[in-house]
Structures are given as C-alpha cells and as structure tokens.
C-alpha cells in the first residue's frame, strides 16, 4: 500500500518562502516518476515540478526560477522549496508519484498554501 504524506503548507506574506515535503509510505521503484502538482479554487489541477530519475527536472513556467524540486530516495521524501511567493501561488498542493506501463499513480491528501499580504 503507497501512501503519500505532504506537510510544509501554510500562510506567507508575498515574497516569502514555503518548503512541502512529502514523505511515501510503502514500496515505490527508484525510477518512480515524484512531482508536485496544485489546484487553485475554480481551477483546473495544474502541473508545478516533476522530478525523474537521476534527478532530471521539469518546472511549469510560472515557477520557474523561483521553485526548486529535490528528492530523498533513502527517505523516500520530494520537497518543494518555493522562494518569492506570489499570491498567484495561492492554492492546495499535492504531491504524486507514478510509474510502470500501464502507469500506476498515487496522490496525496494536498497541503495548502496561502499568500496574501
């Protein structure tokens, strides 16, 4: 049973920084596919940062240059360090993991991110 935990989120003035973790439970391939994804109210979910094996990284262009995407494969844990936020940052965050063919996919329960001034 994969089971993912994200915690980290929270409220932060404009310009602030936020770091998520997630931490996965259970057995997951170290060439899984980890990345980190947001749904903002009346939005669709929206990719933000993926991370693959040997640590190739994909970053939507509105965070570029200011997110920064890392794992752990001992601690089976992804972090999003997020620097100047912006209030367009504003949204639930949720964490996946995905692998194999057919592609077997996993969410967490989301942690949310306020920023507002």
């Known amino acids: 049973q994969v089971q993912l935990v994200e915690s980290g989120g929270g409220w932060v003035q404009p310009g602030g920084s936020l770091r998520l973790s997630c931490e996965v439970s259970g057995s997951i391939p170290s060439n899984a596919f980890m990345g980190w994804y947001r749904q903002a109210p009346g939005k669709q979910r929206e990719a933000v940062a993926v991370?693959?094996?040997?640590?190739?990284?994909n970053y939507a262009d509105a965070v570029k240059g200011r997110f920064t995407i890392s794992r752990d494969n001992a601690k089976n844990t992804v972090y999003l360090q997020m620097n100047s936020l912006r209030p367009e940052d504003t949204a639930m965050y949720y964490c996946?993991?995905?692998?194999?063919?057919?592609?077997?996919?996993?969410w967490g329960q989301g942690t949310q991110v306020t920023v507002s001034s």
């Open positions: 991370i693959i094996t040997g640590g190739s990284t």
């Open positions: 996946n993991v995905n692998w194999g063919a057919p592609r077997r996919s996993y």
